[in-house]
């Protein structure tokens, strides 16, 4: 796995698609986390909002959206 540093709209897009896809199958926000670890990434709550980052290295890859921070 490599390890993003300068993002590209084109990354971020399938980094969301994926996200949205998974947070749609999802029951619950903890399954959620669970199958977006399982694909290497987390979400970080952050002070400026959830950021979406690489697993195991936490490189911020994009924010997430409001409507699916909830």
Known sequence: ???IFN???FIEAQVLDLVTRERSKAL???EWMH???GYGHAIR???AGDVVETLPH???VCALPSNLAA
């Open 35 to 37: 199958r977006l670890a």
């Open 7 to 9: 993002n590209d709209r």
């Open 45 to 47: 709550e952050t002070d």
């Open 28 to 30: 619950s926000r903890r």
């Open 58 to 60: 936490h490189v911020p």
């Open 1 to 3: 796995m490599s390890i």
